[in-house]
C-alpha cells in the first residue's frame, strides 16, 4: 500500500512539474485563480474552456491574428457568449447539432466555442465538400444549424436549401450578400451571456475519406483523453502558456482541431489566414516571433520548394517546433527543413478515432526521417498478423492500438475493429529494434501481384531517390494474369524533362533496387498528385486515371 501511495504521489508530482514547466501553473494572484477555476466550472469540460479561462488569466494577451485583424481574449470571450446566446434567440428551438464548414478564421472559433456554451453537437465539415456529399453528411449527422463561408453557398444551396428547416449562418462574407452573420447575432447580442447548456455537446469529426464518404467519428465533449494525455504531449514537444503558433493545418480536420485546442489551453496566440501560402506561412512566423508552427506534411514540401532566396528572408529564430500530421512526411523534405530552421520537426502519427499513437522527435527524425517515431505516453501498441497473433521486431503487421483517446464509435452505429482492448488503426508497420514505428500504408492499400504482397510506400520511396522524382504515388489496379499490377504516378523535379527521366529509365531504376515483382508495370508522369484538405494523396482519383 505504501509502495501504491508513493507511486501515485509521484505521477501527481512529475505531473506538476511538467505543467510548472509549460506555464500552465504559474505564480498568480489568488483571486485570479478562483476567476480562472470559477470560468472553467461556468464553462464545463470541452474543447474551447480555454478561451473562457484565458480571458481571466491574460484577458489583453492577443488571441487571434487573421486577416481581419486582431482580437484579444476578452474581446474573444465576449463575443463568443454573444453569439452562444443570439444562436439561443433564434426562431424555434436551441439549435443540437452545428455544422462548420469554415476556414481558419476567427468565425470558425466563434462558432466552436458558442455551440459548446450551449450543448449542441459539432461537426466539423470539409470545406472541399461538393454539395451531394455535404448533403449526405448533413442529413446523417441531423444538423439544425451550419455556419459557413461565403465562397461556399453553392455547395450549402445543393445540401440545404433555404427552405430545408437548417438555418443558415455566414461565417466569413467577402461581399455585401444578404444572409445572417456571426457579426449579425454578435451585434445584436453584445452583453448578453448564453442561459447554462442542459446538455454536453458531442464533437464529430469526419475520416479523411480518400476512398469514399467519410465516416462520422464522435467524441466527448472534451475531445481528448484528460491530463495524462497533456503531460504526455508537453514532455516532448516544448509548448509554453502565452506564447505565438501559426496554425497552418485546416481546423476542421482532426489535426489542425487538436493544435487549436491545445493553443486555446495554453492561452497562445494563434495567427492563421485563410488559404495556406508558403512564404506568407514564413512571413506569419517570422513576424509574429512565434514559437510554433502547426502544418499538414505537404506544407513542408511547398516551403522547402521555395527558392534559398525567398526562405532566407525569413530566418524564424523563434521557432522551437514545427507539428505534423495528416499524411506521410517526404524523409528528404524532412530533412533538408530542419538542415534551414534547426531541429524542430515533431510527427505526430494520429487517428481521428484515436488521437495521438506515436510521436517522432527531431532525433528520432534524424534517426530514420521516415519513422513514426515511439509511443505515445499511455498508448499501447501491438502488430498483429492476418490471425491477430502478435509479430515480432521486424515484421509488418496490422497496427493496433489502446489509449484513453479512442473515439466513442462511428455516427452510423458502426465501429472500428477491436481485438483484446485494441483497435485496428487501419495502417500496416513495424517496429524496428530501437523500438520505433515504421508505418508502411493503409491496410487496404497493400497489394497482391502475383501471389507477393506489396507495400507501395517500397515503390514510391525507391521512385523519390530517383533525381529527377519529386513525388511518387503507387497503386494496384486488377490484372488477369497477376492478380494485380503495379501502376506508379511521378511527379518531376522542376526541369527534369529536359533531362531525359523517362518512364522506362524510372522502371530500371526501381529493378535496379528491388525484386522485380515491385517494378511498376506502367508509370504515369503527372504535373501534381491529387490531394485533399490535409495532404493526403487521393487515390481513388489516380485509379479512375487507369479505367
Not at 530514420?368 to 509511443?375: H, I, Q
Not at 529494434?433 to 487496404?444: A, E, K, S
Request: proline content about 5%; charged content about 25%.
Amino acid at each position: 500500500m505504501t509502495s501504491g501511495l508513493l507511486d501515485s504521489l509521484g505521477r501527481v508530482g512529475s505531473m506538476l512539474a511538467t505543467f510548472t514547466r509549460v506555464g500552465l501553473l504559474a505564480p498568480l494572484r489568488p483571486d485570479k485563480y478562483l476567476r480562472i477555476v470559477n470560468a472553467a466550472a461556468a464553462e464545463g469540460s470541452n474543447t474551447t474552456v480555454g478561451i473562457a479561462m484565458a480571458a481571466q488569466r491574460c484577458g489583453d494577451r492577443p488571441a487571434i491574428v487573421d486577416e481581419l485583424g486582431t482580437l484579444t481574449y476578452a474581446e474573444l470571450d465576449r463575443r463568443c457568449n454573444a453569439l452562444a446566446a443570439g444562436l439561443q434567440r433564434l426562431a424555434g428551438p436551441t439549435p443540437k447539432a452545428i455544422g462548420l464548414m469554415c476556414r481558419n478564421h476567427r468565425g470558425f472559433i466563434e462558432a466552436l466555442a458558442a455551440a459548446n456554451k450551449i450543448g449542441a453537437d459539432v461537426l466539423l465539415l470539409n470545406t472541399s465538400f461538393a454539395g451531394p456529399a455535404l448533403a449526405e453528411v448533413i442529413e446523417r449527422e441531423g444538423v439544425d444549424l451550419i455556419v459557413y463561408d461565403e465562397e461556399f453557398t453553392a455547395a450549402v444551396d445543393l445540401a440545404v436549401p433555404e427552405d430545408s428547416g437548417c438555418i443558415r449562418v455566414l461565417g466569413w462574407v467577402d461581399t455585401d450578400t444578404a444572409g445572417l452573420t456571426i457579426d449579425d447575432l454578435v451585434e445584436a447580442n453584445t452583453g448578453r451571456r448564453p442561459a447554462k447548456a442542459t446538455r454536453q455537446g458531442k464533437l464529430v469529426m469526419l475520416t479523411s475519406g480518400t476512398t469514399g464518404t467519410p465516416k462520422g467519428a464522435r467524441r466527448s465533449g472534451s475531445g481528448g483523453g484528460g491530463l495524462g494525455d497533456l503531460k504526455a504531449m508537453f514532455d516532448r514537444i516544448p509548448w509554453h502558456t502565452e506564447e505565438s503558433v501559426v496554425i497552418a493545418a485546416p481546423m476542421f480536420h482532426a489535426w489542425g482541431f487538436s493544435q487549436l485546442a491545445l493553443a486555446l489551453t495554453m492561452a497562445c496566440t494563434i495567427v492563421t489566414r485563410r488559404r495556406f501560402d508558403p512564404e506568407a506561412t514564413l512571413a506569419l512566423v517570422e513576424e509574429n516571433a512565434a514559437a510554433g508552427l502547426c502544418v499538414v506534411p505537404v506544407m513542408f514540401d511547398r516551403i522547402m520548394a521555395l527558392s534559398d532566396d525567398v526562405r532566407s528572408k525569413y530566418p524564424c529564430s523563434a521557432l522551437r517546433f514545427a507539428t505534423a500530421s495528416g499524411s506521410r512526411m517526404r524523409p528528404d523534405v524532412v530533412t533538408a527543413f530542419m538542415d534551414a530552421f534547426g531541429d524542430v520537426i515533431y510527427n505526430n502519427y494520429n487517428a481521428t478515432e484515436a488521437g495521438m499513437i506515436a510521436l517522432a522527435t527531431p532525433e528520432d527524425l534524424r534517426y530514420s526521417p521516415d519513422t513514426a517515431g515511439k509511443p505515445a505516453p499511455g498508448t499501447e501498441i501491438r502488430i498483429l498478423d492476418a490471425e491477430l497473433g502478435e509479430l515480432p521486431t521486424g515484421e509488418t503487421g496490422q497496427i493496433f492500438v489502446r489509449n484513453s483517446s479512442q473515439f466513442d464509435g462511428y455516427t452510423g452505429g458502426d465501429s472500428k475493429m477491436f481485438h483484446d482492448g485494441f483497435m485496428a488503426s487501419g495502417d500496416l508497420g513495424y517496429f524496428d529494434d530501437t523500438g520505433r514505428l515504421f508505418v508502411v500504408g493503409r491496410d487496404d492499400e497493400m497489394i497482391v501481384s502475383g501471389g507477393e504482397n506489396v507495400y507501395p510506400i517500397e515503390t514510391e520511396k525507391a521512385l523519390t531517390k530517383h533525381a529527377a522524382v519529386a513525388e511518387a504515388a503507387v497503386i494496384g489496379v486488377d490484372d488477369a494474369d497477376y492478380g494485380q499490377r503495379l501502376v506508379a504516378f511521378v511527379v518531376l523535379e522542376p526541369g527534369a524533362k529536359s533531362t531525359g527521366a523517362t518512364p522506362d529509365e524510372l522502371k530500371q531504376h526501381v529493378r535496379d533496387n528491388l525484386a522485380s515483382y515491385k517494378v511498376p508495370r506502367s508509370i504515369t508522369i503527372l504535373e501534381s498528385l491529387p490531394r485533399n484538405n490535409t495532404g493526403k494523396v487521393l487515390r481513388r482519383e489516380l485509379q479512375a486515371m487507369t479505367d
